[in-house]
Structures are given as C-alpha cells and as structure tokens.
T-cell receptor
Framework: DTEVTQTPKHLVMGMTNKKSLKCEQH?????MYWYKQKAKKPPELMFV???????INESVPSRFSPECPNSSLLNLHLHALQPEDSALYLC??????????????FGDGTRLSIL | DQQVKQNSPSLSVQEGRISILNCDYT??????FLWYKKYPAEGPTFLIS?????DKNEDGRFTVFLNKSAKHLSLHIVPSQPGDSAVYFC??????????????FGIGTKLQVIP
C-alpha cells in the first residue's frame, strides 16, 4: 500500500476539457512533487512545492496549473491539453525539500489520455 | 544529456541466484543515490539508498555498492525471488544553489526472476 494516494487512477479527456488530478499524503511531509512519465522513459520533474509554496517550476506549459491548498494535498489542474501530454503523472512527497538526504515516496500515478 | 544511465534494459535471473543491476552516472556533484522498484500499474517504491561518503549499504537481501572513481553503482539482490520481478530505477541527486536536491532518474532495467 502506497502512503501517497493519487486520484483518479485513469483519466481520459478531450483537448477542450478541464480536469484536475489529486494527490494526498498524511506522513507530515512538507515537500510535494509532480512528475510526468512517458513510456520507457524516466520520470521528469514538473513542479515542487515546499511548505505549500511553489519552489520549482521546470518550465512547464501553463496548461498545467499546480495548486497546494494545504500541507496534505496537491492538485494539478489541466486545461486545453495536447495529445502529447498523454502520460503517467506521478505525485511524490518527502519530509523536507532540503537538508538531510531522504528518499521521495511516490503515489501510483494517474494514467492520462488526451483524445 | 542522460546523466544517469542504465545500459541494460532487461535482465533475466534464475530464482535463488544473484541479480546485479548496474547504473553509471556522469555528474560528479551527485552525492546521494537511490534505487526504486516499480511494478506495473504502481508508482516507484523506494528500495535502498547510499550516500556518497559510503561505498556499501545493505538492507536484507539488497545491497548497493558505490564506486565513485568509476561513477558507477550497482544493486545486488541475493537470493533473487520471483516477487522481485519489476522495473528498477537508479536515481541520483545533487544539491543545487537554491539548497534543493534535484533527483535525476535512469531509464530503468526490467528484472525478471524465473522460478
């Protein structure tokens, strides 16, 4: 069982739709991440939140809009996506952004398909 | 530019034998290395890590070896079990100027343990 929960597990949407991906953790972690993973590729970092503030945006297009409403929740709002945005979207969390070396803990991901 | 390389896309091993997964890196600033295991339809699960000040870390059947001069690390699984069949990601992190540890993942090696 993963301690980082992502919903939905699968999402199919059209290019004009607006949808959101949700991520939740109750480990008291203060750093939360969004990654995108295409088939046979490593996860690619998109955004990092630290203490509910956006710390890193890896030049992600504005059709992806992250939100961290509280220390346990991380959302990724999607609008006007392109077919090439179809991928597995992974959420991860870690105790803190910097400081001591610690692993990130991943959710099971949302498989997103854009029609 | 792939800074973390896993040159073997797949590996087959008999149950009970040793599995050795290899990883090479190019960035000498990496100071923390991790292995993640990923089953289909699940997110990556943290397995074991090693700091650059060590050359070996052991956790049960899993041992990670680090050779800094060769910029090489390996994961040994002894004895291998069918449940170990998964994709294994090597990852490395370095602290950037903002105090943030950015993690770079390899492309993964698919391990199949044959009963």
């Amino acid at each position: 069982d993963t301690e980082v929960t992502q919903t939905p597990k699968h999402l199919v949407m059209g290019m004009t739709n607006k949808k959101s991906l949700k991520c939740e953790q109750h480990m008291g972690h203060r750093a939360m991440y969004w990654y995108k993973q295409k088939a046979k590729k490593p996860p690619e970092l998109m955004f990092v939140y630290s203490y509910e503030k956006l710390s890193i945006n890896e030049s992600v297009p504005s059709r992806f809009s992250p939100e961290c409403p509280n220390s346990s929740l991380l959302n990724l709002h999607l609008h006007a996506l392109q077919p090439e945005d179809s991928a597995l979207y992974l959420c991860a969390s870690k105790k803190q952004l910097g400081g001591e070396r610690q692993p990130q803990h991943f959710g099971d991901g949302t498989r997103l398909s854009i029609l | 530019d792939q800074q973390v390389k896993q040159n073997s896309p797949s590996l087959s091993v008999q149950e009970g034998r040793i599995s050795i997964l290899n990883c090479d890196y190019t960035n000498s600033m990496f100071d923390y290395f991790l292995w993640y295991k990923k089953y289909p339809a699940e997110g990556p699960t943290f397995l074991i890590s090693i700091s650059s000040i060590k050359d070996k870390n052991e956790d049960g059947r899993f041992t990670v070896f680090l050779n800094k001069s060769a910029k090489h690390l390996s994961l040994h699984i002894v004895p291998s079990q069918p449940g170990d069949s998964a994709v294994y990601f090597c990852a490395a992190s370095a602290q950037n100027s903002g105090g943030y540890q950015k993690v770079t993942f390899g492309i993964g090696t698919k391990l199949q343990v044959i009963p």
